[in-house]
């Protein structure tokens, strides 16, 4: 069965802290994706990565960034959090294939105070 | 740049009645894709329309695709309230070997006895 899981599912971080945020994919796939979540703006593409060590920057990546070392692991990282960061965070991944369909993790609700 | 609209943005419909949702989208794309999200959930994938004149059912869902209109539809039938959730459409934009799927801003529905 298809299983992304993401590190947490509950986040409260302060100003200024480093907040790193763990997604594993059991499935193989070559493409990964942090998205964010907010109530009328929809889903918003942070970076996604297409291979181990690549990375490319979506809609909204300032503030953040991205590391994947191994192909099954994708994290997000908070250099340093603010209060605009507050979201619901959503990673995804997806084979590379006719289809292209992205799987998605439960979501990581952050709080930032 | 690829937009995709939804409409209708929010519908409360009754049990046992019958309803369309609509997804347009700017560009070429014959790939898109529907996902439904529960309340404080994450996104599942329920349908993945691959070229023109595409249809898929499952259930009390039926999707369908029309690449030269743009569209797609998301036809409820005889709804139930277990159907209540927000739904997204999103499509491919095959902008390069990976491919970067934009999201609509989904249809939130309430199903009422």
């Known amino acids: 069965d298809v299983k992304v899981t993401q590190s947490s599912r509950y986040l409260v971080k302060r100003t200024g802290e480093k907040v790193f945020l763990e997604c594993v994919q059991d499935m193989d796939h070559e493409n990964m994706f942090w998205y964010r979540q907010d109530p009328g703006l929809g889903l918003r593409l942070i970076y996604f990565?297409?291979?181990?060590?690549?990375?490319e920057k979506g809609d909204i990546p300032e503030g953040y960034s991205v590391s994947r070392e191994k192909k099954e692991r994708f994290s997000l990282i908070l250099e340093s959090a603010s209060t605009n960061q507050t979201s619901m965070y959503l990673c995804?991944?997806?084979?590379?294939?006719?289809?292209?369909?992205?799987?998605f993790g439960p979501g990581t609700r952050l709080t930032v105070l | 740049e690829l937009k995709v609209e939804q409409n209708p943005l929010f519908l409360s419909m009754q049990e046992g009645k019958n309803y369309t949702i609509y997804c347009n989208y700017s560009?070429?794309?014959?790939?898109l894709y529907w996902y439904r999200q529960d309340p404080g959930k994450s996104l599942e994938s329920l349908f993945v329309l691959l070229s023109n004149g595409a249809v898929k059912q499952e259930g009390r869902l039926m999707a369908s695709l029309d690449t030269k209109a743009r569209l797609s539809t998301l036809h409820i039938t005889a709804a139930v309230h277990d159907l209540s959730a927000t739904y997204f459409c999103?499509?491919?934009?095959?902008?390069?070997?990976?491919?970067?799927?934009?999201f609509g801003p989904g249809t939130s529905l309430s199903v009422i006895p």
């Open positions: 999103a499509v491919d934009t095959r902008k390069t070997s990976y491919d970067k799927v934009i």
């Open positions: 560009t070429t794309s014959d790939r």
């Open positions: 995804a991944s997806s084979r590379r294939s006719v289809y292209n369909e992205q799987f």
């Open positions: 990565s297409y291979d181990v060590k690549m990375k």
